[in-house]
């Protein structure tokens, strides 16, 4: 059986060219948030931000890197569903994945106490504004390209590693 696959959207515009000092002040805070934070639990947060968030482009650039780092498909795969099977996560992977979430969705309009309260246990408070600017900064990526419809499947892992 031959499977024919659906043509790729069109992106709206390319946003990098229309406003490249935006693309380039996007890539400096990206690289300030990453400082001093674990790379695999970057990589968790910008897959569980970029589900939340729908952002095709981002899960296809950010699950490639995790892959290409070492990270397993089972720990991508069972990210949608965190919360039942955080015995594959450590404590600072469910710290951080939960923190991404009350940010990225911010549906009461505030971060819960508790969760905050638990992230603020098992980081630093350097780690821990760094790793808000990172959710911060994800958010932003899939909002870009979410918003400007960037196709997804393309991406090479550390393409825009500068």
């Known amino acids: 059986m031959t499977?024919?696959?659906?043509?790729?959207?069109?992106?709206?515009?390319?946003?990098?060219?229309s406003a490249p000092t935006v693309y380039k002040a996007m890539f400096q805070l990206d690289r300030a948030a990453r400082e001093g934070l674990d790379p695999t639990l970057l990589e968790l947060v910008k897959i569980r931000a970029s589900q939340l968030n729908h952002c095709a482009y981002c899960l296809?650039?950010?699950t490639k890197d995790a892959l290409a780092a070492g990270e397993t498909v089972q720990r991508i795969v069972q990210l949608s569903a965190w919360e039942e099977s955080r015995h594959?996560?450590?404590r600072e992977e469910v710290a951080a994945i939960e923190l991404t979430e009350a940010v990225t969705v911010?549906?009461?309009?505030?971060?819960?106490?508790?969760?905050f309260e638990r992230a603020a246990k098992?980081?630093?408070?350097?780690e821990l504004t760094r790793?808000?600017?990172?959710?911060?900064v994800i958010?932003?990526?899939?909002?870009?390209a979410v918003t400007t419809r960037m196709v997804p499947g393309a991406y090479t892992p550390g393409q825009f590693a500068h």
């Open 60 to 62: 296809d650039m950010h």
């Open 88 to 90: 594959f996560y450590t």
């Open 139 to 144: 958010n932003a990526w899939n909002r870009f």
């Open 131 to 136: 790793l808000i600017a990172a959710i911060t």
């Open 122 to 126: 098992v980081f630093d408070e350097t």
């Open 106 to 115: 911010l549906t009461d309009g505030f971060v819960p106490d508790e969760v």
């Open 3 to 17: 499977h024919t696959y659906m043509a790729p959207h069109t992106p709206r515009l390319d946003w990098a060219k």
